[in-house]
């Protein structure tokens, strides 16, 4: 579909994001390949994201590793003995960023590979193929989430409501518009030379999350004092790590709990189902071009 009278997307710009989309979905894969049975979460997340960094790329944001009912915003702090074990369900979300452009892409397994959960992977995996088929601009964002919806529910699960996919744009991973997991009558359209990021929930309990615990994420959200010239340089205005902050800072947590304080950074809560839920998450990024629909991420 062309869309006549509408901007193109900069040549330089539309490279960056496909660079990002290829290191970030190479990245993915490589996370998923080194979890199993009593492999450590601190050591998936380190060598996964310096694996983008070795590619030439920065992480868009810290890698998210969500167990069980947990949907999202959990990384392994510094040090972190945590382990998989057989049968956990886990969400691996990670992106990452070229000259400021992100991308953003995940997906779902089982440790050991019971079987136990492949069809709750299957309906958010098919839901988000089901969307990009569907997807053109100039839709309305409701009509994606009614797609969404339809392929999960289909399956016998439930889509989560508070939970969706959004746009992103230069240094900014969460930007307008939000894309719904279901039918909720936003007419928002979805404009040609933009980037979205699409992400299937499915859930086996009642399609709703609320904050649980600090995940160890963090984003700057206040203003700059000379004293945290630091950690502006290095992490700017994209999600960063507890982990990443004690590489450039000795006082890290003493650190977190000051600029805390001050207003100076917010935490990412744990996102939880309650407790005997289970959640599967699929995602890819997007160009959603005049033209064409690329995916980035795939």
């Given at each position: 579909m062309v869309t006549e009278g509408m901007p193109k997307m900069d040549a330089e710009v539309k490279h960056s994001y496909l660079k990002a989309g290829e290191i970030g979905r190479k990245a993915l894969e490589y996370a998923v390949s080194?979890?199993?049975?009593?492999?450590?979460?601190?050591?998936?997340?380190?060598?996964?994201?310096?694996?983008?960094?070795?590619?030439?790329?920065?992480?868009?944001?810290?890698?998210?590793?969500?167990?069980?009912?947990?949907?999202?915003?959990?990384?392994?702090s510094e040090g972190d003995k945590k382990k998989f074990r057989r049968g956990d369900l886990v969400k691996v979300d990670l992106g990452a960023e070229v000259d400021g452009y992100p991308s953003?892409?995940?997906?779902?397994?089982?440790?050991?590979?019971?079987?136990?959960?492949?069809?709750?992977?299957?309906?958010?995996?098919?839901?988000?193929?089901?969307?990009?088929?569907?997807?053109?601009?100039?839709l309305q964002a409701r009509q994606i989430g009614a797609e969404i919806e339809r392929q999960i529910t289909n399956r016998g699960f439930k889509p989560i409501k508070n939970l969706g996919g959004h746009g992103i744009n230069r240094y900014d991973l969460h930007s307008s518009i939000?894309?719904?997991?279901?039918?909720?009558?936003?007419?928002?359209?979805?404009?040609?030379?933009?980037v979205i990021a699409i992400e299937p929930f499915a859930s086996t309990g009642i399609g709703m999350v609320h904050n649980g615990q600090n995940g160890n994420i963090y984003i700057l959200s206040g203003t700059k004092n000379e004293e945290d010239e630091i950690i502006y340089k290095n992490f700017s205005t994209l999600p960063f790590a507890e982990r990443w902050l004690a590489k450039v800072r000795p006082d890290y947590k003493?650190?977190?709990?000051?600029?805390?304080?001050?207003?100076?950074?917010?935490?990412?809560?744990?996102?939880?189902?309650?407790?005997?839920?289970?959640?599967?998450?699929?995602?890819?990024?997007?160009?959603?071009?005049?033209?064409?629909?690329?995916?980035t991420t795939k």
């Open positions: 080194m979890i199993e049975p009593g492999a450590t979460f601190y050591d998936v997340a380190e060598k996964a994201e310096q694996f983008i960094r070795d590619e030439g790329a920065k992480p868009s944001f810290p890698l998210n590793l969500s167990v069980n009912n947990e949907a999202a915003h959990y990384t392994p953003d892409n995940a997906m779902t397994i089982e440790v050991g590979e019971t079987g136990k959960y492949s069809d709750l992977i299957d309906a958010s995996r098919e839901a988000l193929n089901a969307a990009i088929k569907r997807m053109r601009p100039m939000f894309i719904p997991n279901y039918d909720d009558g936003n007419a928002a359209l979805i404009k040609p030379d933009t003493n650190y977190l709990r000051s600029m805390a304080s001050r207003s100076q950074v917010s935490a990412f809560p744990v996102l939880k189902e309650h407790s005997s839920a289970r959640i599967s998450q699929a995602e890819h990024t997007l160009l959603i071009l005049s033209d064409e629909i690329i995916v």
